[in-house]
């Protein structure tokens, strides 16, 4: 069974806190840490694996941008929405550009909009972890066929399979070397 995502909820209003935990009760693989002191967010995310954060934009001692300004370089891959009633380009642009906001919700949100933002967020994430799994799986790989190519030149060989793409095979005797 799969592991329940963290995400984490920052807010200064605990009406607001109240109402985006309940909207996610229901939602067994969503387990929701709320807040209303961001620099008590800090320390939890430092204690816990958080996947997600949505943050207030305005609260006293500390904006949402930079809260994440302070989370983005130790935890880069946690996914970072800002939550906010005041629609501010430039505190938009801010946002996407120095701290990487997957996406800007304004208040009063939209309790289906926010559920689907949240999960497609995590989707996301997941998909690229499985991409950076993928990617140094390769490169192990890589490095294998390398040493064995040097080891033994012309062990391997390139080909073309039907759609154009190229891939490297074997030789039907490697199996015979390796033992």
Not at 157 to 179: A, F, M, Q, S
Request: proline share 4%; with cysteine; hydrophobic share 40%.
């Amino acid at each position: 069974m799969q592991e329940p995502h963290n995400i984490l909820i920052v807010d200064d209003e605990e009406n607001v806190l109240k109402a985006i935990k309940r909207m996610f009760r229901p939602y067994k693989l969503i387990n929701c840490i709320t807040t209303s002191d961001p620099l008590e967010a800090l320390e939890i995310i430092n204690k816990k694996n958080i996947d997600l954060i949505v943050t207030d934009q305005r609260m006293p001692g500390l904006t949402g941008i930079d809260l994440l300004k302070k989370i983005t370089p130790k935890h880069p891959d946690i996914v970072k929405i800002i939550l906010s009633a005041y629609s501010d380009l430039n505190v938009i642009l801010e946002a996407v550009n120095e701290v990487g906001v997957y996406k800007f919700i304004l208040k009063p949100w939209n309790n289906e909009d926010f559920l689907l933002t949240v999960i497609r967020a995590l989707e996301w994430k997941e998909l690229v972890g499985k991409t950076k799994s993928l990617q140094e799986e390769i490169k192990k790989r890589d490095t294998i066929l390398a040493y064995w190519e040097q080891k033994y030149p012309g062990i391997t060989k390139e080909k073309t399979d039907e759609n154009g793409e190229v891939y490297v095979e074997l030789e039907e005797n490697l199996e015979e070397l390796l033992k």
